[in-house]
């Protein structure tokens, strides 16, 4: 599988952004698909993840209730719908294909080449 992100950019805190990852290959539908962001100087951490079919989701505690990921296999893309965005999610993003429906990174089968968002106060 092959992983493409993109949407990311420069936007102002408080404000919104939508991160997409296109996927290449015949079996996206058969992983669950998952977030994580890379801060200069941080470690990776865990942002997000949803099932096979989108009927389950995990988001980590710095943003739930402001992100959304959604997929959507006809198109073979996975999104993460940013809201409220605060200086602290500036961050290299990568989208991840995994056999499971974990926060672990290193189940992760493929990574995609992140997307840089900056949060500006």
């Known amino acids: 599988v092959q992983l493409q992100a993109s949407g990311g950019g420069l936007v102002q805190a408080g404000g919104s952004l939508r991160l997409s990852c296109a996927a290449g290959?015949?079996?996206?539908?058969?992983?669950?698909m998952a977030w994580f962001r890379q801060a200069p100087g941080k470690e990776r951490e865990f942002v997000a993840v949803i099932n096979w079919n989108g009927g389950s989701t995990i988001y980590a505690d710095s943003v739930k209730g402001r992100f959304t990921i959604s997929r959507d296999n006809t198109k073979n893309t996975v999104y993460l719908q940013m809201h409220s965005l605060k200086p602290e999610d500036a961050a290299v993003y990568y989208c991840?294909?995994?056999?499971?429906?974990?926060?672990?990174?290193?189940?992760?089968?493929?990574w995609g080449k992140g997307t840089l968002v900056t949060v500006s106060s």
């Open positions: 991840a294909a995994s056999p499971y429906l974990s926060r672990v990174d290193s189940y992760v089968s493929y």
């Open positions: 290959g015949r079996t996206f539908s058969s992983y669950a």
